[in-house]
């Protein structure tokens, strides 16, 4: 008579390929079929460095993504959490990369920082003053939205990045918010590419500030959602109908994906494909750089 029962093996195998069915199930592959879907989009937020240019040089495929924008009538801006430059100077900085694009295709922390700004006075005649630190692009900003300088009562400091960065400064910052002024950094990135390496980024530099005063600045550039939603008020594309392309998954992807929009991670960045697991969420495509979405 033949006995059917499982043997002890039988059912230790099945117990292996039961959890190992399981495994699979939370380790999925990486979506990154149906970028058909992607290009349905009408709304492109792209991050800049490591998407479109690395340094001085232009990444591939991005000529041929930014002439597919054009021809699709796709509406898109670039985003940078850098507040050094302004729209213009970005402009021709992709200029000078052999990339022809409009200065209304660009925002950055120092604009959603001046627009966050704008949106706490409670009337126009407030008193709007700010005792900033950082580049030109910061300053205009600033004026921009109705802010004057002051180095004596103004009711904001606002740090950004700074090549022109000094003691008597931070002393200035340190003391003026001790007085009562409110501690506002342009974006949190720690360092920043340079030539050389790296260079202090914000963060770094409103930290002494920190440091001194007990104080924590409140920091609007990404992943800061309020930086997103500023963008996508400006792109006037719905966020349902918008993709963000970053290569950073701290910044870019959570981001986009606090903010509700498809994320797109580019590997021609910071990130590796390995690198994505290190991370409790994951974006919804992954691809080699932006020239894949024009396939
Ligand atoms: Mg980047």
């Known amino acids: 008579?033949?006995?059917?029962?499982?043997?002890?093996?039988?059912?230790?195998?099945?117990?292996?390929?039961?959890?190992?069915?399981?495994?699979?199930?939370?380790?999925?592959?990486?979506?990154?079929?149906?970028?058909?879907?992607?290009?349905?989009?009408?709304?492109?937020?792209?991050?800049?460095?490591?998407?479109?240019?690395?340094?001085?040089?232009?990444?591939?495929?991005?000529?041929?993504?930014?002439?597919?924008?054009?021809?699709?009538?796709?509406?898109?801006?670039?985003?940078?959490?850098?507040?050094?430059?302004?729209?213009?100077?970005?402009?021709?900085?992709?200029?000078?990369?052999?990339?022809?694009?409009?200065?209304?295709?660009?925002?950055?922390?120092?604009?959603?920082?001046?627009?966050?700004?704008?949106?706490?006075?409670?009337?126009?005649?407030?008193?709007?003053?700010?005792?900033?630190?950082?580049?030109?692009?910061?300053?205009?900003?600033?004026?921009?939205?109705?802010?004057?300088?002051n180095e004596v009562n103004p009711e904001y400091v606002v740090v950004g990045e700074t090549h022109s960065y000094s003691y008597d400064k931070i002393e200035r910052a340190i003391r003026l918010v001790i007085d009562g002024a409110k501690l506002i950094a342009t974006n949190p990135d720690l360092t920043g590419p340079s030539e050389g390496g790296i260079s202090p980024a914000c963060r770094a530099l409103v930290a002494p500030i920190e440091l001194a005063t007990g104080k924590t600045a409140y920091y609007v550039g990404k992943p800061n959602p309020l930086m997103m939603r500023h963008a996508i008020k400006r792109l006037g594309v719905p966020a349902d109908k918008t993709a963000i392309v970053g290569d950073r998954m701290d910044t870019d992807i959570i981001a986009g994906i606090e903010s509700e929009l498809d994320t797109v991670l580019v590997l021609s960045g910071v990130t590796s494909r390995k690198g994505v697991d290190e991370f409790p969420y994951r974006p919804h495509y992954i691809l080699s750089g932006v020239g894949d979405i024009v396939g």
Not at 18 to 43: N, Y
Not at 85 to 100: H, M, N, T, V, W
Not at 105 to 123: C, G, N
């Open 1 to 149: 008579m033949n006995d059917t029962r499982p043997t002890l093996t039988d059912m230790k195998k099945n117990l292996r390929d039961f959890a190992s069915g399981l495994l699979d199930m939370h380790t999925p592959e990486i979506v990154q079929d149906d970028v058909q879907k992607l290009r349905q989009k009408q709304g492109f937020i792209c991050d800049m460095d490591g998407v479109i240019y690395h340094g001085n040089k232009l990444l591939p495929g991005v000529l041929e993504f930014v002439d597919w924008l054009h021809k699709n009538d796709k509406r898109y801006l670039f985003l940078t959490n850098s507040s050094e430059r302004s729209p213009r100077e970005l402009a021709q900085k992709l200029g000078r990369l052999g990339l022809d694009v409009d200065e209304s295709h660009f925002y950055t922390s120092a604009l959603a920082t001046a627009a966050f700004l704008k949106s706490q006075l409670l009337s126009p005649n407030d008193n709007a003053s700010a005792y900033v630190i950082g580049e030109p692009g910061l300053f205009g900003a600033m004026y921009e939205a109705g802010y004057v300088m």
